[in-house]
C-alpha cells in the first residue's frame, strides 16, 4: 500500500496539482487585499481558503503514508518540516492581538513553491550555504561603510549637513550612493559647494559652504567602483560558489539513489536495463552516421 502512496505522491500529475493549489492560495490571500472584493464575496474566498488548507492537510497525510512503517522519515526532509510547520499553524485557535500570525502563516503558504520545485529547492539552498561566506563579505562592506562614513563627515559635513553631517547620515548617504540612486547630486553637492548646487530647498540650513572639485570626485567615484562594482560581485560569486556546490550535493544524492534502487534489483533485471541502454546508444550512433553520410554526399 505505501508502495502506490509513493507512487501517486512521486508522480508528476500530482506535484503539478499541488504547485497549482500553492498558486491558488496566493492568489486568494492577495485577493482578501481588496475590502470591497471582501464585503461582495469573502465568504466564497473564507471557504476556498479552507478548501486548500485542507488540501494541504491531504498531501501531508499522503506522504507521511508513503514512508510506510516509518511515519517518522517524513520529517527527515527539512522542506517537510517547513510545510508541516505552515499548515499546523493555520489550524491554531489564535485570534485578536496574534490574528497577524494566522495571517503571516496564509502568507508564507506561498512559499511552499519552494519545497514543490526542485530547482527553487537548490537555489535556496545555494543562498543559506553561501551565508557563512556572505557575513565575510557584508563585514568588509561595513568596513568600507564605516571608513568612507568617517572621511565624508570630516571632509562634506560642514557643507552638506542634511547628507554628511553625521556618521548614521553618512552612512545612509553611502547606502543610497551605492544603489547608484541620486549620487550624482550628492557629489555635485561637495563638487560645487552648497551655496550654489543642491540647497535651493534649504536656504536657511546651518552650514558652512565650500567646494572640492578635486577630493569630491575621488571620493564617489573611489567608493562606487570598490563598494558596486568589486563588493557587490563577491556576494554573486558566493552565491554562484553555493550553487556550485548544491548542484554537486544534489548529483551525489541522486546517485546514491541510483545504488539503492540497484541492489533491489536482480541480475536478470540489471542485464535488461544494460540491454535497453545499449539499444540506445546503438540507435543514437546510427543516427548519427545517417547524418555523417548526409553531409557527406556531393
Given at each position: 500500500?505505501?508502495?502506490?502512496?509513493?507512487?501517486?505522491?512521486?508522480?508528476?500529475?500530482?506535484?503539478?496539482?499541488?504547485?497549482?493549489?500553492?498558486?491558488?492560495?496566493?492568489?486568494?490571500?492577495?485577493?482578501?487585499?481588496?475590502?470591497?472584493?471582501?464585503?461582495?464575496?469573502?465568504?466564497?474566498?473564507?471557504?476556498?481558503?479552507?478548501?486548500?488548507?485542507?488540501?494541504?492537510?491531504?498531501?501531508?497525510?499522503?506522504?507521511?503514508?508513503?514512508?510506510?512503517?516509518?511515519?517518522?522519515?517524513?520529517?527527515?526532509?527539512?522542506?517537510?518540516?517547513?510545510?508541516?510547520?505552515?499548515?499546523?499553524?493555520?489550524?491554531?485557535?489564535?485570534?485578536?492581538?496574534?490574528?497577524?500570525?494566522?495571517r503571516l502563516a496564509r502568507i508564507l503558504r506561498v512559499f511552499r513553491l519552494v519545497s514543490a520545485m526542485?530547482?527553487?529547492?537548490?537555489?535556496?539552498?545555494?543562498?543559506?550555504?553561501?551565508?557563512?561566506?556572505?557575513?565575510?563579505?557584508?563585514?568588509?562592506?561595513?568596513?568600507?561603510?564605516?571608513?568612507?562614513?568617517?572621511?565624508?563627515?570630516?571632509?562634506?559635513?560642514?557643507?552638506?549637513?542634511?547628507?554628511?553631517?553625521?556618521?548614521?547620515?553618512?552612512?545612509?548617504?553611502?547606502?543610497?550612493?551605492?544603489?547608484?540612486?541620486?549620487?550624482?547630486?550628492?557629489?555635485?553637492?561637495?563638487?560645487?559647494?552648497?551655496?550654489?548646487?543642491?540647497?535651493?530647498?534649504?536656504?536657511?540650513?546651518?552650514?558652512?559652504?565650500?567646494?572640492?572639485?578635486?577630493?569630491?570626485?575621488?571620493?564617489?567615484?573611489?567608493?562606487?567602483?570598490?563598494?558596486?562594482?568589486?563588493?557587490?560581485?563577491?556576494?554573486?560569486?558566493?552565491?554562484?560558489?553555493?550553487?556550485?556546490?548544491?548542484?554537486?550535493?544534489?548529483?551525489?544524492?541522486?546517485?546514491?539513489?541510483?545504488?539503492?534502487?540497484?541492489?533491489?534489483?536482480?541480475?536478470?533485471?540489471?542485464?535488461?536495463?544494460?540491454?535497453?541502454?545499449?539499444?540506445?546508444?546503438?540507435e543514437s550512433l546510427k543516427l548519427l552516421k545517417n547524418r555523417v553520410n548526409t553531409a557527406n554526399k556531393?
Amino acid at each position: 500500500m505505501a508502495d502506490k502512496i509513493k507512487k501517486i505522491v512521486d508522480s508528476k500529475i500530482f506535484q503539478y496539482f499541488i504547485i497549482g493549489v500553492i498558486l491558488a492560495a496566493g492568489v486568494i490571500v492577495g485577493l482578501e487585499t481588496y475590502p470591497g472584493l471582501m464585503n461582495t464575496h469573502g465568504d466564497l474566498l473564507h471557504l476556498l481558503d479552507h478548501i486548500v488548507l485542507y488540501i494541504f492537510v491531504l498531501e501531508i497525510l499522503l506522504k507521511i503514508a508513503s514512508k510506510g512503517s516509518k511515519p517518522w522519515e517524513y520529517f527527515y526532509d527539512g522542506w517537510n518540516v517547513f510545510d508541516f510547520i505552515i499548515v499546523a499553524v493555520c489550524f491554531m485557535p489564535i485570534g485578536g492581538a496574534y490574528i497577524a500570525v494566522l495571517r503571516l502563516a496564509r502568507i508564507l503558504r506561498v512559499f511552499r513553491l519552494v519545497s514543490a520545485m526542485p530547482k527553487l529547492q537548490i537555489l535556496v539552498g545555494a543562498l543559506l550555504k553561501s551565508i557563512p561566506s556572505m557575513s565575510y563579505v557584508g563585514i568588509l562592506l561595513f568596513l568600507l561603510f564605516y571608513i568612507y562614513a568617517v572621511i565624508g563627515t570630516f571632509m562634506f559635513g560642514q557643507n552638506d549637513p542634511i547628507h554628511f553631517g553625521s556618521l548614521q547620515t553618512s552612512m545612509m548617504t553611502l547606502f543610497k550612493t551605492i544603489t547608484l540612486e541620486g549620487w550624482i547630486d550628492f557629489m555635485n553637492i561637495q563638487y560645487f559647494g552648497s551655496d550654489i548646487y543642491g540647497y535651493e530647498s534649504f536656504p536657511d540650513a546651518a552650514r558652512t559652504p565650500s567646494a572640492h572639485p578635486i577630493a569630491a570626485p575621488v571620493y564617489f567615484v573611489s567608493f562606487i567602483l570598490l563598494g558596486t562594482m568589486i563588493m557587490l560581485n563577491l556576494f554573486i560569486g558566493v552565491i554562484i560558489n553555493g550553487m556550485e556546490e548544491t548542484n554537486k550535493e544534489e548529483e551525489i544524492k541522486e546517485l546514491a539513489k541510483i545504488r539503492e534502487q540497484l541492489k533491489n534489483i536482480s541480475v536478470e533485471e540489471e542485464i535488461n536495463l544494460i540491454a535497453e541502454d545499449l539499444n540506445k546508444i546503438n540507435e543514437s550512433l546510427k543516427l548519427l552516421k545517417n547524418r555523417v553520410n548526409t553531409a557527406n554526399k556531393p
